[in-house]
């Protein structure tokens, strides 16, 4: 060939043009092309496999860790209190400061590892029909125009335009969330099928689960479908969660307020006080150093930490900090059907014979259950219709069960399986069955003739053929029905109604009949099946939901959070499964095509008013994600296939299954479920709301406190009085006493009320009214308290060390009985829960009294911080004037929950 066909272009429609115009197209035929010209079209096209992405060097990706307001705050105490000479407190706040960038750092391209684990997805070896010969190649030097042959167990290794197919199915599952093997074929569809529907397309990545199949390279590397989804993953932004956007923001906020109240502090002194520069400098060090809380982010960092061991206990594995905080905020759940909501396994839910209707129980392929016939759990052996059709389908069968760990494993189609759970529910042994009744002929099934049989004879002689395949095609096979062991000419209007009835409910249905057989007969011909079958009757078949998954959901709806369903499945299935759920309202569904031609803003509206949308594509999983949070919501995506990934990687918490899910949806997630189990997001939410109420406290905590030692600085200045506690007692207060006691908050247990809230806003910002009120309130009363014990020492004519060291342990002491406040945002701490109900703030308060009592008599820790030793009184003075926060801010409370009931009129 002289002349190169034209590249393929992604998204081609191949599905809708006939395979001659396919192989004219690509220039190529069924006979497949040359090594020479194969080797012309890889230079030409490039090799079978993704391009990899552009990357930051490990040295800039570090260095981006440390571009943060509040870390540049923390550097600036560094080097506040290396200019002070204090350097074990700045290499704390150094240790602080690349603790949080290695973190930063490991974390640092982790979704762009999703395209990695996209190529390890691609087959690693193809078999091709080169120079007329069948050859075993690297997948890699595949190229369009090739021919490759697939068979049971092989991995799809490009994008095929099939062209002749034997029984072929594929598991499409992780592409585009179809919840059964697809069964192909080779005649083209419209060019406006969704891909689930592309029959006649095999997608590379996927996996062949029975038949053979013959089908021409259309599409290599990132022009395939799975190229296409790895392009539209890496120009996926990930948000930044909430908590980081408010923490920059709070920094930013703080440090202009610093600042400013520092050179404010400054003038003041120097023009009003008449202080002299130097004086005045290492007042406004000693400012800075009070305000800026030092250990605030490593407390954040830490009580993030803990929420992850703990939903790592819990079956959930956090793979970014931020994302515990950020679960607690969500508003809206999106999740797929297949394996997530539901178990991915087939289950035979209902079994329609002409006298009842039975109901049967379990999930799964594990053969438990029990069978429910008009209202009653009836034995196997009152049920012989039921019987006699778990027989037919478990010897018209090729699959296999085997019990492996506890756990049953299936070796075969998804629906056959099912069928031979069913009949091991009935009592069945497979092995025995098949030793009794074994099988002379087989009519595979095929979609052209959309049924299967099989020819068996006992060993008496007798034999008999049984049917099974789609009820429309059975059907017109039968002649008669078995009613009452008895065989009585069909009754197609009541059959019709059963097959409408159970289709409704979103089942997959198998027809199956029987017929008689000679004892000669060895060979089984279409025509032997053509007519004169007696219907058995159907099975209707479900990946049922999970039943812990459906208890999660509506503790989901409890705490104000939606649940919607996304999924690559058909709209009559997602239906039934989201009703069988309690999602949405039992009838509006979206399709895929439906959405096609939504513009953003009515798309927008319809995800306010729809919780279930059905043949969707990766695309529009990503744009569904995209309207929710253009409408303000938080977003959490679950999901476990390829065809997840880009909303996994936009929603602000993406969620992946960790037992069934592909590595690219767990590298493209924050959160991986080692249980699959939906279930273990509702806790996840409960500790991602309780770790978010911690942070708060430490915050409500720590500004305060931070506030006060401020506020002790600039009340000495305003009354043109000495320093009553000085910048290095201030670095020790933050360091050693306000860190370790606000460290014991991040260990705080649910709040009874957290899962009855509705979601906390998420425009709320971190510096709340209620915060700032708190702080303004709180702050004062420690710098009268602080500032009215070292007036009283100075009146008495105190040293000025002694003084300041009662200063110090007063400040401490209000810190002390302020962190039993800040156990509770507004409800009471005095009771006993609330005084001595955490072991880890009874802990942190003995630490910090061990410290004092160093602080204030150790003689190196005296010369340090310039202290002196105090007697009994100046203690008893100090708790008693420290308690009074206790008191003062627990009416406080009372009255911010009189007010609230009354706005509300809320009984007390």
Known sequence: ???????????????????????????????????????????????????????????????????????????????????????????VIFGVVLANALIGYIQEGKAERAMEAIRTMLSQQATVLRDGHRQQIQAENLVPGDVVFLQSGDKVPADLRLFKVKELRIEEAALTGESVPVEKRTEPVTAAAPLGDRSCLGFSGTLVTYGQGSGVVVATGDTTEIGQ???????????????????????????????????????????????????????????????????????????????????????????????????????????????????????????????????????????????????SELAPEQLPGLVELARAGLLCNDAALELRQGQWQLAGDPTEGALLTLAMKTGFDPAREAELFPRTDVIPFESEHRFMATLHHDHTGHGFIYVKGAPERVLEMCHRQRRAGEDVPIDLPFWQRRIDELAGRGQRLIAFAFKPAGPDQRELRFSDVEGGLTLLGLTGLIDPPRAEAIDAVKSCQSAGIRVKMITGDHALTARAIAAQMGIGDGRSVVNGRELEGMSDEKLRRVTQQVDVFARVSPEHKLRLVQALQADGQVVAMTGDGVNDAPALKRAEVGVAMGVKGTEVAKEAAEIVLADDNFATIAQAVKLGRTVYDNIRKAIIFILPTNGGEAGVIIAAILSGRMLPITPVQILWVNMITAVTLALSLAFEPPEEDVMARPPRDPKEPILSPFLIWRTLFVSLVLVIGTFGLFLWERLHEVSIETSRTVAVNGLVMFEIFYLLNSRYLKASVLNRQGLFGSRYVLGAIGLVLVFQLLFTYAPPLQHLFATAAIGFGDWVRIVLVGSSVLFVVEAEKWLLRWFERRQHRIPP
């Open 1 to 91: 060939m002289n002349r190169q066909p034209p590249i393929p272009e992604a998204g081609s429609a191949w599905h809708e043009w006939a395979t001659e115009k396919t192989f004219s197209h690509l220039e190529s035929s069924p006979g497949g092309l040359t090594q020479a010209e194969a080797e012309r079209r890889l230079a030409r096209y490039g090799p079978n496999r993704l391009r990899p992405p552009k990357q930051r060097s490990a040295w800039v990706r570090f260095l981006v860790q440390f571009h943060n307001v509040l870390i540049y705050v923390l550097l600036f105490a560094a080097l506040v209190t290396a200019a002070l000479g204090h350097w074990v407190d700045s290499w």
């Open 229 to 375: 989804i790895s392009a539209l993953l890496s120009r996926v932004q990930p948000l930044t969660t909430r908590l980081l956007q408010q923490i920059a923001e709070f920094g930013r906020w703080l440090t202009a307020a610093i600042g400013a109240v520092a050179l404010l502090t400054f003038a003041f002194g120097m023009l009003a006080r008449d202080y002299s520069f130097g004086d005045m400098f290492l007042a406004c060090v000693g400012l800075a150093v009070a305000a800026i809380p030092e250990g605030l982010p490593a407390i954040i960092t830490i009580t993030l930490a803990l929420g992850v061991q703990i939903m790592a206990r819990r079956s959930a594995i956090v793979r970014r900090l931020p994302a515990v905080e950020t679960l607690g905020s969500v508003t809206v759940i999106c999740s797929d059907k297949t394996g997530t909501l539901t178990r991915n396994e087939m289950t035979v839910q209902e079994v329609a014979v002409a006298e009842y209707l039975v109901k049967v129980g379990g999930v799964g392929y594990a053969p438990r259950g029990g069978f429910v016939c008009q209202g």
